[in-house]
């Protein structure tokens, strides 16, 4: 029943725990410290709040991990973006960052604040922001699409 819609908020907010354990296990840091490190995170009261409410601040939270993650040791392979000779137009249009980014806001409105750490990570090469801010509008196309489509319920 209505329990169930807990779980939304909860599994990102126990995901976002487990991944950042984790990566700090891969980066040499003990088991039992970055197993209380992720185990505090998921316990931790002011972000547990949103599952009490079932919002999506969790999962946004959980993006924003993703973004981080992939901006300080870099995307797996499969993820990364392709360029270069020989790669189809499609293919050139993949950016994950850019695509979590796009993820956060289709999920909450709020999610304007991951922009922050991306644009600090690559202050000094804007042909990334540039990158990542052309596919994100993209990606953010069909959103655009639905508010001109149905203005009147968005004024």
Not at 95 to 113: K, R, S, V, W
Request: proline letters at 7%.
């Amino acid at each position: 029943g209505s329990f169930a819609l807990k779980f939304w908020p909860l599994g990102a907010m126990a995901a976002g725990g487990v991944f950042m354990a984790w990566t700090l296990l891969r980066q040499g840091l003990p088991f039992w410290f970055a197993f209380l490190l992720g185990l505090g995170f998921s316990m931790d009261p002011a972000l547990r709040w949103s599952s009490v409410l079932v919002r999506p601040e969790s999962l946004v939270n959980l993006f924003g991990f993703f973004i981080v993650y992939g901006m300080t040791f870099g995307f797996p392979k499969f993820l990364r973006p392709k360029t270069g000779e020989g790669v189809r137009w499609w293919s050139r249009c993949w950016d994950p960052i850019a695509f979590l980014l796009a993820l956060g806001a289709y999920t909450h409105f709020n999610a304007i604040h991951l922009l922050f750490p991306v644009i600090l990570g690559y202050a000094t090469r804007p042909e990334i922001i540039w990158r990542i801010g052309i596919r994100g509008a993209l990606y953010m196309l069909p959103w655009a699409l639905t508010v001109l489509w149905h203005f009147p319920l968005f004024v």
